[in-house]
């Protein structure tokens, strides 16, 4: 196991920063094993971190940080099953590209690709979807390092209390060293991207709701303007768009002026209000169709930070509403689209769609832009309604209140207190979160 001699860790948005006692990056599952017990001898903690692409402090490591990138093999891929194992350190951009050699995909992803599996995962990473769910329904197996240093395999037959809290579980029952996923063949997805007003959006959000496998929007505060986004999938052919269209839209106008645009909002707030107007204009109508994946991701390189809330999905329109009166009644200058996304039940303990079929709202300020009264505004409303928050976006909510959203909350912590009894798992984060 090679040592690292920078201490030094951050996340990606620069809003976590950490400098463990020791860094290792193991790179076999035994190794891992043997990283916890000598924790354990030395009366430390241990986390392995992906790629921190949480805005919580759910990945920082007081202890031992045990780096993910000598995780990355791909253990078995069995076309005729769809069942897929790879490490827990694969990058998913790396997972989408094999999964495309083979013939497979993952029915439905979130919108970037950078994290590791294991990191999207005990996040419950989600994205958007009429019948398909997210990242926590879409795995059949995991391979965990328990805190006494045992590895111990769970699915829905074997250790299925542990399967069900650790697919989205933050790290806290066990180190993360494998998954296997449960794919499907591969498939082209048509892009349909329509600018619309926010009265009509509202108006038809039940229709584009039923009529779509993946639906979502996003609005521009400030603005009439919201962005509709329609994925369906279609036999072909396949019909990218044009590679310099994809530079055009994707990369200069969503990333190289988008971040341009934010620090000249974040120097001169009043003009906000003025630069969504233009925003909501420039990103016009488009469609297309390409592999699943590609439609699925988006590059991001405008660094932010975001909160995102899962309300049940018959509350979404009055959310909707008393948020924007709130951006009435306050003083704020808010420059990155609200991101609105749905998602069907899952079954997975801590997914935030569990047992209810949940709507996403999600927030985002650049990274260099205060976020707390926009947050906590915003919050107010979610929890108004029992939302519960992504696990990887910034909230203030701890156990007392995690407790009354989610049902298997009390199961979670006796399972963690079970397993891991000294805590070893345990960072600042999780004591909040899970009660200690």
């Known amino acids: 196991m090679s040592p690292v001699t920078n201490r030094t860790w951050q996340n990606w948005a620069g809003n976590q920063q950490a400098t463990p006692r020791r860094v290792q990056t193991p790179g076999t599952t035994d190794e891992v094993a043997a990283a916890v017990r000598a924790a354990a001898d030395d009366g430390l903690t241990v986390r392995m971190p992906g790629t921190g692409h949480s805005f919580t402090g759910a990945a920082v490591a007081e202890g031992v940080l045990l780096r993910p990138t000598g995780l990355t093999a791909v253990r078995s891929v069995d076309t005729a099953s769809g069942l897929v194992t790879v490490e827990a350190g694969l990058p998913l951009h790396a997972l989408n590209r094999l999964l495309d050699e083979h013939g497979l995909a993952l029915a439905n992803m979130g919108d970037i690709q950078e994290q590791t599996v294991a990191g999207a995962l005990q996040t419950a990473t989600h994205g958007t979807g009429r019948d398909s769910?997210?990242?926590?329904?879409?795995?059949?197996a995991l391979e965990l390092v328990l805190a006494d240093g045992t590895v111990v395999t769970c699915s829905r037959k074997e250790r299925p209390d542990l399967f069900d809290a650790a697919r989205a579980g933050?790290?806290?029952?066990?180190i993360v060293t494998a998954v296997t996923w449960q794919t499907i063949p591969a498939f082209l997805l048509h892009a349909?991207?329509?600018?619309?007003?926010?009265?009509?959006v509202l108006a038809r959000l039940d229709e584009f709701d039923t009529a779509n496998e993946h639906f979502e929007f996003y609005w521009f505060p400030h603005t009439e303007g919201c962005l509709t986004k329609r994925n369906?999938?279609?036999?072909?052919p396949a019909e990218?768009?044009?590679?310099?269209?994809?530079?055009?839209?994707?990369r200069f106008l969503s990333n190289t002026v988008f971040g341009a645009v934010n620090q000249v909002t974040h120097l001169v707030p009043?003009?906000?209000?003025f630069v969504n107007g233009i925003s909501a204009k420039a990103l016009g109508a488009r469609t297309y169709t390409d592999t699943s994946y590609k439609v699925f991701t988006s590059p991001r390189t405008v660094r932010f930070k975001e909160q995102e809330y899962a309300i049940p999905r018959e509350e979404l329109v009055p959310a909707l509403r008393e948020l924007r009166s709130l951006f009435a009644r306050k003083d704020w200058r808010i420059s990155f689209p609200i991101e609105v996304r749905v998602l069907p039940q899952e079954d997975a303990w801590l997914s935030m769609a569990h047992g209810r079929h949940s709507a996403f709202i999600a927030v985002h300020v650049f990274h260099r832009d205060s976020h707390h009264e926009y947050f906590r505004g915003v919050e107010d409303i979610m929890t108004a309604l029992n939302g519960r928050p992504h696990w990887g976006k910034l909230h203030t909510r701890d156990a007392a209140y995690l407790e009354k959203v989610y049902s298997r909350f009390g199961d979670v912590q006796a399972l963690r207190d079970e397993l891991d009894p000294d805590r070893r798992f345990a960072n600042p984060y999780t004591r909040r979160v899970f009660g200690d």
């Open 133 to 140: 769910a997210g990242l926590a329904s879409q795995v059949v």
């Open 170 to 174: 933050l790290g806290a029952f066990g």
């Open 192 to 200: 349909r991207e329509v600018p619309m007003r926010w009265d009509e």
């Open 232 to 236: 369906n999938r279609v036999e072909g």
């Open 240 to 250: 990218p768009l044009p590679r310099f269209k994809h530079w055009l839209d994707d």
């Open 270 to 273: 009043a003009t906000t209000p």
